[in-house]
């Protein structure tokens, strides 16, 4: 250090002197207990310390003082405490630095000769840096936002630190990360859309410590990303709770304790700002918020002072707000005491008991430094007269001394008259849930409508009051209030016209104030200004009416269509009770007429008892439901051997399966065969319930019997004694000599052929009708024909088979098709009266069902009889003497009736017949594989 230096100490008398080192003999303090302000004082000082012991605000108006009259002196700040608040107001004053006094006077000796070497070497350079600071923080103090503040930052370093590559950022609170706000250009670019989070090292530590930092020779990998240059030193500044100010110098470039002072002296008065804008947005959101809320809204001082009042507060006392601010609380509410006390209510002034029960009705919650209370009181206005209002008052303290009050004040004086309508509103909801029983007494819909009528009128205290009903496309008035002229009404209206018609169609009440302004409404009465109109679920719709304007509001709406709900359950529960009699009224026709044996009963552990049976049931079993009626049903009709196997029906009909099985039960007519249905169903949760129905299968089963066993005879019996009979006929013609023994040898034999064939297709016959279900396929119905044509070529020439075929055909049929198609063929063959017949086969969608696949046999020959036509199409009755005729039709006709189809007939031209066979078409992705041909 070279020469002098002289610093002025300014602190109080109890403040101990400066002592610096002893080797810094060229340091002299003189001692002040006042700040200097005479500016030949300051003049011959080199740098003036300021502190400890002032107050703050001492400390701020000194340099904001020395700024004045000595701007280019340095000045320090020695603070008792560390403060960001402090070291930014003191900056923003004009300080050239702050030192905390924990830092020790050797920190403020390097800070001081710092400043003072600084000064001497560079006044020109800290001249401008400082007014570059001076205008920054004027800036800064004027800024917005806080994004305005990191671009103001971002310039200031600019313009006081060559080339340095800096960035601001703010901190992300969701993403816990810190977001880039605004960078210098050479690296703008570079590291836009960049963020630091918990990983990133030495920026992100000193971020959460709160610590600035000055790091040197770092090099670039100090930060998480691609600077694009390379660099050296490195400060880092938080900035208050949420941001980072970080500059970096060039490689060849350093950053010193000069740019160090600077970037501090920034970053405090960026903090300071950024509180300030913060606080300016709190405080512009709370007195929107004070000035949009709904009551009145006032503040106290510590004398029960008004210092704020709202618009609403003015409005509701009709003071204006100059009068208001500076008089007493009194002025209000006279109850007040001086001290601001709403009579035993506290509304400015000191702590109350910790009690929530006071003896004046009001509320209390004790809060750390406030209490806040409620209770109604009395506002006087201007004009003298009285509001009753809830006044919510909160009182602001500090060491047990109230500082103040804040309060809202809302008008209650509709309280009494809200209360009352709240009454009267209940009483009517009450009275409307009365009406519920006389509605469900009620057994026809017009006495359903009156009793509505009666309740709007009686309980709603509407004027007029029409139910008119839904009948087609109109609305007929049904109930109308006594004393209209209904002569002068329309009784019945389209569903089209009027607010009734809307309110039908749409299922929405409509309430109207004024008719002549709602284009829909047409009143059938000109005096009538006012309805509303609810509509009556599905039956019909309710219309109240008054000749004043706006005669119904919310409350009578909800209490309209509360009353129409009630109707509505009523006409409900009526309309399923005449579904209820109407449907069991049907059942006990169906119960009497049906031809077979039915009984109806619960089951009771295993048991089915009896309750009804119908006259089908006494019949057959020779039981009256009085003999039954409470007895077991199978103690009657199933012998004893039998019981157990009727309990075992009786627990699966239980259990809620429907149980269809044969039984034999004892009957009038002795041991019969039944085909027993037992269907359970339930009643209301009063436990099992079942239908029993008996169907008679006794003569059935004996018929199958018969059949089964003349079937035997016929397919193999007879076969074999045709047989017989057609071998000895062939050695008889061998044997045999004369024309008439030929004659009688072949008759015999064409006619053994005859009964063998029929007896084979007798089988064929058997087979189809015992298949169970209907034929579903698929099959391809043009491989069926081509093997029948095949099968026709081989057993019978000469014959010509002209076809028009698709390549596949897929229909809803089986295997046997092959031998209804075979059959259709044979007997044009069999029955024709040429040499060489020729018979045509057509196969193409039938042209109006084209779901329907129609295959045509037509041949040229004499037709088929018109008597096995009758029989194919049930118009003749079967005689012995035509039992066997064509019974190759009768297999295909059975074929495909099986199959979901239908078989037809038709004359051909010139000549002939046309059999047309018409199947279900399918899906051929459906096809099963093909059942092989059997013997046939």
């Not at 009050?405 to 209360?419: E, F, L, P, Q, Y």
């Not at 269509?561 to 209820?580: G, P, T």
């Not at 075929?805 to 069999?830: G, I, K």
């Not at 099986?898 to 399918?922: A, K, W």
Request: proline share 4%; charged share 30%; with cysteine.
């Amino acid at each position: 250090m070279t020469g002098d230096i002289s610093v002025i100490h300014a602190a109080p008398a109890a403040e101990s002197s400066l002592r610096f080192d002893e080797g810094d003999e060229g340091l002299t303090v003189e001692r002040v207990t006042n700040p200097p302000t005479r500016r030949g004082h300051c003049a011959s000082a080199d740098c003036v310390v300021v502190g400890p012991g002032f107050e703050s605000e001492t400390l701020v108006s000194t340099c904001r003082l020395l700024a004045g009259r000595a701007p280019t002196l340095p000045v320090l700040v020695y603070a008792e405490s560390g403060s960001e608040q402090l070291a930014g107001d003191v900056v923003a004053a004009g300080a050239d630095g702050y030192v905390p006094a924990s830092d020790g006077t050797e920190t403020l000796e390097a800070r001081l000769l710092d400043l003072v070497e600084r000064e001497n070497r560079h006044e020109g350079t800290r001249s401008d840096a400082l007014d570059v600071l001076q205008t920054t923080t004027h800036r800064l103090m004027r800024a917005t936002s806080k994004a305005e503040i990191a671009s103001i930052a971002i310039e200031s370093v600019t313009a006081v630190i060559d080339d340095a590559r800096a960035g601001f950022r703010y901190l992300d609170a969701d993403a816990n990360e810190l977001v880039l706000e605004a960078a210098t250009e050479p690296i703008e670019s570079t590291i836009e859309g960049t963020r630091l989070g918990t990983d990133d090292g030495v920026l992100w530590e000193a971020f959460e410590r709160g610590e600035a930092r000055h790091l040197s020779d770092v090099g670039r990998d100090i930060v998480p990303y691609d600077l694009g240059v390379e660099i050296r030193d490195v400060i880092v500044r938080p900035i208050a709770d949420d941001g980072l100010l970080t500059v970096a110098s060039r490689e060849e470039a350093r950053l010193g304790e000069a740019e160090y002072h600077l970037v501090d002296v920034l970053g405090a008065t960026a903090s300071v700002a950024i509180e300030r804008v913060e606080h300016d947005r709190a405080r512009l959101r709370a007195k929107t918020i004070v000035e949009t809320v709904g009551d009145g809204v006032y503040a106290l001082d510590a004398d029960g002072r008004f210092n704020t009042v709202n618009d609403r507060l003015e409005a509701m006392c009709g003071y204006d707000r100059e009068t208001l601010l500076g008089s007493h609380v009194s002025t209000l509410f006279p109850d007040a005491t001086t001290d601001g006390r709403l009579g035993t209510n506290e509304a400015g002034a000191g702590p109350a008991p910790v009690d929530d029960r006071r003896t004046d009705g009001s509320r209390e919650c004790v809060r750390s430094a406030e209490t806040v209370r409620t209770a109604e009181r009395a506002l006087r206005t201007a004009g003298g007269n009285e509001v009753p209002c809830e006044v919510t008052s909160t009182t602001l303290e500090r060491v047990d001394q109230a500082i103040g009050a804040v309060g809202i004040v809302h008008d209650v004086s509709d309280r009494t008259a809200m209360k009352r309508e709240l009454l009267d509103h209940q009483r009517k909801v009450t009275t409307l849930h009365e009406v519920v029983g006389r509605l469900e007494a009620c057994e026809t819909k017009t006495a359903i409508f009156e009793e509505t009528v009666d309740a709007a009128e009686g309980v709603l205290q509407f004027d007029v009051c029409v139910v008119s009903e839904a009948v087609g496309d109109h609305l007929e008035i049904r109930v109308l209030s006594e004393g209209v002229d209904t002569s002068q009404l329309q009784m019945r209206r389209s569903m089209d016209t009027g607010l009734g018609g809307r309110a039908y169609r749409n299922g929405e009440t409509y309430r109207v104030d004024d008719v002549s302004t709602a284009p829909e409404a047409n009143p059938q009465d000109d005096a009538y200004r006012s309805g509303l109109s609810v509509p009556v679920g599905e039956y019909g719709v309710f219309q109240a009416i008054s000749t004043d304007t706006a005669a119904f509001d919310e409350r009578d709406e909800e209490l309209a269509e509360l009353l129409i709900s009630h109707a509505v359950d009523a006409l409900d529960r009526l309309a399923y009770e005449e579904q209820l009699v109407a449907e069991r009224d049907r059942f006990a026709v169906l119960f009497e007429n049906v031809p077979d044996a039915v009984v109806t009963g619960r089951h009771v552990d295993g048991e089915f008892i009896v309750e009804e049976a119908n006259t089908a049931f006494e019949e057959t079993f020779g039981y009256d439901v009085a003999t039954l009626e409470g007895d077991p049903i199978d103690a009657y009709i199933a012998s004893p051997d039998r019981r157990e196997r009727a309990r075992e029906i009786n627990s699966r009909s239980e259990a809620g399966e429907v149980v269809e099985t044969e039984v034999k039960r004892q009957t009038t007519d002795g041991l019969r065969d039944f085909m027993l249905r037992v269907v359970p169903y339930e009643v209301d949760g009063d436990g099992e319930y079942a239908f029993g129905l008996y169907t008679d299968v006794t003569d059935q089963k004996q018929r199958q019997k018969r059949v089964e066993v003349l079937n035997r005879v016929l397919r193999h019996d007879l076969r074999n004694g045709m047989n017989i009979i057609e071998g000895s006929a062939e050695r008889l013609a061998t044997k045999a000599t004369g024309d008439d023994a030929e004659r009688y040898a072949r008759a015999i034999r064409e006619r053994t052929d005859e009964l063998i064939g029929l007896a084979e297709k007798t089988r064929a016959v058997e087979r189809t009708l015992d298949r169970d279900t209907v034929a579903t396929g698929p099959i391809d119905a043009a491989n069926a024909v081509e093997r029948a044509i095949a099968r026709l070529t081989q057993h019978h020439s000469p014959v010509t088979v002209e076809r028009s075929l698709p390549e596949a055909a897929p229909v809803r049929a089986d295997d046997l098709l092959v031998d209804a198609v075979y059959n259709v063929l044979e007997n044009a063959v069999q029955h024709t009266d040429r040499d060489e017949p020729t018979i045509g086969v057509t196969m193409r969608p039938v042209a109006d069902d084209p779901e329907t696949l129609s295959i045509a046999i037509a041949d040229d020959g004499p037709g088929i009889p018109d008597e096995e036509r009758q029989l194919l199409e049930e118009e003749r009755e079967i005689t012995q003497l035509r039992h066997a005729s064509g019974l190759g039709l009768w297999l295909v006709d059975w074929v495909v009736t099986q199959s979901g189809g239908e078989l037809r007939f038709e004359e051909n031209d010139p000549r002939g017949t046309i059999v047309e066979l018409r199947l279900p078409r399918t899906d051929a992705n459906d096809a099963r594989p093909e059942v092989p041909e059997t013997d046939r």
